[in-house]
């Protein structure tokens, strides 16, 4: 069986387990670990996970592929993660859980956009100072890293009562 095929195979039977969790199943790679094998499997939802969310699909996927043949008799190393920060936005719901966040895409007239992702709905994206542009259009984004800097801070630490010397 193709690695294609494989993968295919995985995500047809994660899929529901994924899903009645709560969750969206955003990927599954397989890759050789020695005698082993490393299965990943990413997933995700609005408002993010936690880690007891990551324990029980861990669980959950661990028990389902036990009982399958999915994997043939060799041993696995199951590993059950959220996307990082590189992930791409490729799905209306990537874009939507980066609302807020500064993005930068591709357009498929080979343009780039750069902005603050104000809005993402059933249609398309509202990227601040770029406008609005419909699915279709997007060939690819991705969240862009942002540090804060250290004056952008709240002042609650300046709220701190002078004279206090115990």
């Known amino acids: 069986m193709g690695e294609s095929a494989r993968r ?37 939802r609005d408002g993010g996970i936690s880690l007891d969310d990551v324990s029980e699909v861990s669980r959950s996927v661990s028990e389902r592929l036990d009982a399958s043949d999915a994997l043939g008799n060799s ?24 609302r807020g966040r500064l993005v930068k895409a591709a357009l498929t007239d080979g343009t780039e956009i750069e902005g603050r992702l104000a809005e993402a709905d059933g249609e398309g994206v509202e990227i601040e ?10 060939a690819k984004g991705k969240v862009q890293v942002e540090f804060k800097r250290l004056d952008d801070e709240d002042d609650d630490e300046d709220d701190v009562a002078d004279g206090d010397e115990g």
């Not at 041993?75 to 959220?82: A, D, F, I, Q, R």
């Not at 920060?85 to 874009?95: A, I, K, M, N």
């Open 8 to 44: 295919d195979r995985l995500v047809a039977l994660l899929a529901p387990v994924v899903e009645a969790e709560g969750l969206d199943l955003e990927d599954v790679t397989v890759t050789p670990a020695g005698k082993r094998r490393l299965v990943r499997v990413v997933v995700d």
């Open 75 to 98: 041993p696995y190393v199951l590993e059950v993660s959220s996307p990082g920060v590189d992930r791409p936005l490729t799905e209306p719901r990537h874009w939507r859980r980066a």
């Open 129 to 138: 100072a770029a406008g609005r542009f419909a699915y279709a259009n997007l």
